[in-house]
């Protein structure tokens, strides 16, 4: 042997040359611990099974470190276990032994979804990382513990978004495969069978998601109907924090539409539109933290409802996260609204109602009837109302209540003044309902109602009016104009031609001398008239109503008068009579003043005159003409001539009385 060398005798006996000297060291065992120690080929002392039971499980990651989502985080940390001294072996070796699985939790206990779970982060050496119960190795008293050195785990915050991801989680086991040096057999175990012990989690730091701090828009729409959906055109812009996530994907954003009686969009949404963007443009991505752009987004909205309707004042748009956003992520806003399960930015502006008209002209035409009979109710009639517009002005009016009809008797052409019988509105329900498109006038082709003229005479009432004005009760709030300014809006038609009361047609009558005429003496002459009237003519009662005279004359017209001349042979009581509606009026027994009746037809006195005209001081008055236009009726007769013929019977005209005359 030289100097220096070694040999084992056995297993348990090693020895060695030095300086020509043999040295031995004998092995001495120590007593196993366990009932079924195991002799290992080239090993001294046998050898118990290994065991282990651990008590809890540190981490040195530190806590609160920032996580962006969308990202991959690589996490650095020294895992430690602490064991339960009596219950594991003084020294445990092998390869494959170990597991430290890690994942992200929203719980602290780790518990629920497990968010970029990575199973056994362990490389092959640690794996195969030494326990030993060596006091200068492991010491927990002086907080020494088995420790795996630089575990490494990528989080990968794809998975999941920010609410998920608030806690690290490790957790300790023994593979599943492990192979124990010596192929001893390995009992693993957990401290009072809690589970639990086997995982630690860390609390993890703020969470980065798509943080959006300004949502702005433009809206546009060529022709709003109110009650209507119509196109609009739409741009929305959106800003984030410089340091948002990058974020690229599918169905990523929802922008709302709609109305709001609140400039914060509070409250009921009137006529929401829940998503505005098509899929290209919800799927747009955003990097670096630069605006979102969206512009010429179509849609169809009630854009000409809101600002014409009461409580729907503000047109309002929410930005928010896609319903199904592949993949998800968190969005987080500055000021963030919306419910509970949901961050957004709303914007409104305050909108003005679009329909607007402005009138030109208002033409009113009576369609029927061709007479309207003062003093007289519930007269039918249908008149046509055309109001003209402005057509580079005018946008579509539509809703419910729109429009107002007012028609009125006037004494001006105008309408200013006093209003006599007004009636607030004339127009039936469908009228009142009836839309204006853009580029076309209002016309009410047949507005019906009734006149009442009940203690009404036509020169009171020269003009019937009618004035078109903004419904109070129109549905929506629609701007009322007139170019040039016409307040009121009126328009009346002459009521010269159409307001009748009695119309006086034809005069007839006859008369007689009396029986006891004695000729050579003047005598009164009997007279019974009838005269004629159209049949609308209204009935007309009280008193100095009428008018007759009597005179004579050369021509038949009664144009060249002479003696006698009598203004008015009425009485009072024949002033009276009343004149029945439709007529006729009749004077059944008039009388003369006495006259020199034989010269009636003698000389120039050739006719005989009967004169027809309305009373001088009528009470009541009443609207009084002829058929011709005229004054008066005027009706002669021819009178045959006394002197020449003797006295002579005769009957003159319908109704007469036996009467005397001296022929010649």
């Known amino acids: 042997m030289f100097h220096g060398s070694s040999w084992k005798i056995d297993d348990c006996t090693e020895c060695s040359c030095r300086n020509g000297t043999t ?19 080239g090993e001294c002392c046998k050898l118990c099974p290994y065991i282990m039971q651990v008590v809890e499980v540190f981490s040195s990651f530190p806590p609160g470190q920032t996580i962006v989502e969308g990202k991959t985080h690589k996490f650095k940390f020294d895992p430690s276990i602490e064991i339960q001294k009596q219950k594991t072996s003084r020294q445990i070796r092998g390869e494959n032994m170990w597991r430290i699985d890690a994942w992200v939790s929203r719980n602290k206990d780790g518990s629920g979804p497990q968010f970029s779970y990575r199973e056994n982060i362990l490389t092959d050496r640690q794996k195969a990382n030494e326990f030993s119960r060596k006091k200068d190795i492991y ?35 023994v593979t599943d495969e492990p192979r124990p040096k010596f192929d001893l057999s390995l ?47 739409i741009d929305i812009d959106v800003t984030f924090k410089k340091d948002t996530r990058d974020l690229e994907g599918d169905g990523l954003w929802r922008v709302a539409l709609f109305g709001s009686s609140n400039p914060g969009g509070d409250g009921p949404r009137f006529g929401e539109v829940s998503q505005i963007l098509d899929d290209e443009e919800s799927s747009e991505d955003i990097r670096g933290g ?34 199904a956003p592949n993949p998800d992520f968190t969005l987080i806003t500055a000021g963030a609204r919306g419910d509970a399960t949901r961050d957004s930015l709303i ?46 002005l005018t946008k579509t009016v539509a809703g419910e ?57 036509c020169k009171e009432v020269p003009y019937m009016c009618f004035e078109l004005k903004k419904n109070a009760e129109s549905s929506i709030d629609y701007y009322f104009e007139t170019q040039p300014l016409q307040d009121p809006f009126v328009d009346c038609i002459s009521m010269e031609d159409v307001c009748k009361g009695v119309v006086f047609t034809e005069l007839d009558w006859s008369r007689e001398v009396p029986e006891d005429h004695v000729p050579g003496t003047d005598s009164p002459v ?31 017209a009664g144009s060249d008068r002479l003696d006698p001349i009598f203004a008015d042979v009425l009485t009072p009581v024949d002033a009276a009579i009343t004149l029945p509606q439709g007529g006729p009026l009749s004077f059944p027994s008039l009388r003369t003043p ?37 004054e008066t009726i005027i009706k002669c007769k021819p009178e045959d001539c006394a002197g020449m013929y003797g006295f002579l019977r005769v009957a003159s005209g319908p109704g007469s009385r036996q009467g005397t005359k001296r022929s010649g």
């Open 526 to 556: 009997d007279i019974e008239a009838t005269v004629d009237v159209e049949p609308f003519s209204r009935q007309v009662t009280g008193v100095d109503l009428w008018r007759v005279s009597v005179f004579a004359s050369s021509d038949e």
């Open 401 to 457: 209540e729109l429009w107002q009809v007012v028609t009125f008797f006037s004494k001006n052409e105008d309408g200013a003044g006093t209003r006599t019988n007004e009636q607030p509105q004339i127009l039936s329900m469908t009228q009142d309902d009836q839309t204006l498109p853009t580029g076309e006038n209002l016309v009410f082709k047949e507005m019906d109602f009734q006149v009442d003229l009940d203690g009404i005479i």
């Open 594 to 630: 006495p006259f020199a009746v034989d010269k009636m037809g003698c000389g120039a006195f050739r006719y005989l005159c009967v004169e027809f005209q309305k009373g001088e001081n009528p009470l009541p008055d009443y609207t009084y003409e002829t058929s011709t236009g005229s």
């Open 347 to 392: 914007t409104c502006k305050h909108q003005d109602c679009q329909s607007r008209v402005v009138f030109t002209e208002l033409e009113a035409t009576l369609l029927s009837p061709d007479v309207i009979v003062e003093n007289t109710d519930d007269t039918d009639t249908k008149v046509k109302l055309k109001a003209t517009t402005n057509k580079e």
């Open 23 to 41: 040295d031995c060291d004998i092995l001495t065992c120590q007593v196993a611990k366990c009932s079924d120690p195991v002799s290992i080929p």
């Open 139 to 173: 010491d927990p008293a002086n907080g020494k513990y088995w420790t795996f050195k630089k575990a490494r785990y990528n989080f990968d915050a794809s998975e999941g978004k920010c609410e998920d991801f608030r806690y690290f989680c490790i957790k300790f086991n």
């Open 290 to 323: 630069a605006p979102l752009n969206v512009d010429s987004i179509e849609t169809n909205f009630e854009f000409g409802t809101v600002g014409c309707v009461e409580d729907v004042e503000y047109i309002c748009m929410e930005f928010l996260k896609g319903d």
């Open 187 to 233: 009992t693993y175990s957990v401290s009072k069978g809690e589970d639990e012990r086997q995982i630690v989690c860390k609390r993890l730091g703020a969470c980065k998601g798509v943080f959006a701090e300004t949502f702005d828009w433009d809206l546009e729409g060529e022709d709003p109907i109110p009650g209507q959906e119509t196109p609009v055109t």
